[in-house]
């Protein structure tokens, strides 16, 4: 699926293949890839039926000599399943929990609409919803004034990010593996966290497009020319800023969790995780894919400022789930406050990102939060503390 042939060298890389230039992730092939080998050439049938004649003889009832039953505890099942397995599973606990709502501020008025993402609280007594994050949509004015200037005017680094962009329709992992060692012998578990991390990402930031139905860029004028095949849907938010939004902040998280022995029985940090580089390197990565889609012409800079909020906010809600934290924050993105303001509205990724703190900030009067939410031990999920636990093995 690489777009540079000179990724092929990256074959590990192939059954973790699922970024595409439509919103990041090419249908769900990319949920369950574990960079595991498939047999070559055609499967062998008539050769294993044959062969299973030449060395059955008779059939012995096994009688009382059978496996006992497997356990349910996740520390075992989930050792024994495939990647693919493991996969659906996590995808099950993290969307089961969501739920998706639009509406217009303003009767009648599609420029107003909204989305909002809640997450399903379960007890014995009740259910209940609260927030995760809201999308508000910009107005025609803004998209069609300073951010198609904006756009136009990105378009004269084309000449120096085109490989980039081209690279960026493929997999994201080489561009993460730069920063932070990934490899699917070395580090499969984070793997597995990650495309977790960016199933989610892909299945809400879908819902949100189909909500506020924007259109991109070049559909408001013949000079913005794409470098890329424009995507078929949505432009806001984009789904390259909230997935690898979602990636740093999850990666980075894990990072800062990794401990190592202190040498008199206890843990302490690992050294080699203790300063903020390693977070300010994926920010940085997250937020140079996200430009890059401008540079292209198929985003607006709004596009990615809503698109790296929703990734920031749905990486720390994921974390809570993974470490059974109890609670996480809300943040909403007021796409229609940006006509009270004039200068033109770019993404700029630490102004959504305190690196020292580790938290999100907001941007008056367009980005606002936190709200701290509970999360209740009904949203814990053994299933991603299984992989959680697992993939911050890999880093010690």
């Not at 803004?142 to 081209?166: F, H, M, T």
Request: aromatic fraction near 8%; charge should be negative; proline fraction near 7%.
């Amino acid at each position: 699926m690489s777009v540079l042939s000179g990724w092929s060298g990256w074959s590990g890389w192939s059954g973790w293949s699922g970024w595409s230039g439509s919103s990041g992730w090419s249908g769900w092939s990319g949920w369950g890839g574990s960079g595991q080998a498939s047999a070559p050439g055609p499967y062998p049938a008539d050769a294993l039926l044959t062969n299973r004649d030449g060395i059955v003889g008779s059939w012995q009832n096994p009688g009382s000599e059978v496996p006992v039953p497997l356990p349910t505890n996740p520390d075992v099942t989930l050792e024994i399943w495939g990647p693919a397995e493991r996969a659906a599973l996590f995808q099950s606990d993290l969307i089961s929990r969501l739920n998706f709502s639009t509406e217009e501020l303003v009767a009648d008025d599609p420029e107003s609409r909204q989305v909002i993402v809640q997450h399903l609280q379960i007890s014995s007594a009740s259910c209940s919803l609260q927030p995760l994050v809201k999308v508000t949509r910009p107005r025609e004015s803004v998209l069609s004034g300073q951010q198609l200037n904006l756009v136009a005017g990105y378009a004269d680094l084309r000449g120096d990010r085109g490989p980039e962009i081209l690279a960026q329709l493929g997999e994201p992992y080489p561009f993460i593996s730069s920063v932070a060692f990934l490899d699917p012998s070395r580090t499969p578990r984070t793997l597995e966290l990650l495309n977790a991390a960016l199933g989610l990402a892909y299945f809400v930031v879908m819902q949100v497009k189909a909500g506020l139905a924007c259109r991109r860029p070049h559909e408001y004028s013949s000079q913005i020319q794409p470098l890329i095949p424009a995507p078929l849907h949505g432009t806001l938010p984009s789904g390259h800023a909230t997935e690898s939004a979602i990636a740093a902040y999850v990666l980075s998280a894990l990072l800062r969790r990794v401990v190592v022995d202190d040498g008199s029985g206890g843990t302490i940090p690992a050294p080699q995780f203790a300063n903020d580089g390693w977070v300010v390197q994926l920010m940085r990565l997250a937020s140079r894919i996200a430009v890059n889609r401008t540079i292209a012409g198929v985003h607006f800079p709004v596009d990615s400022i809503a698109g790296a909020l929703l990734g920031l906010t749905l990486g720390q809600y994921l974390v809570a789930r993974c470490t059974h934290d109890t609670g996480y924050a809300s943040w909403a993105f007021e796409g229609d406050q940006m006509t009270s303001i004039s200068d033109p509205i770019d993404h700029v990724w630490h102004d959504l990102f305190d690196v020292g703190t580790f938290i999100q900030t907001d941007i008056q009067p367009y980005v606002t939060g936190p709200t701290n939410q509970t999360l209740g031990p009904d949203g814990r999920s053994a299933a991603l503390n299984w992989i959680w636990r697992q993939a911050l093995a890999e880093w010690r």
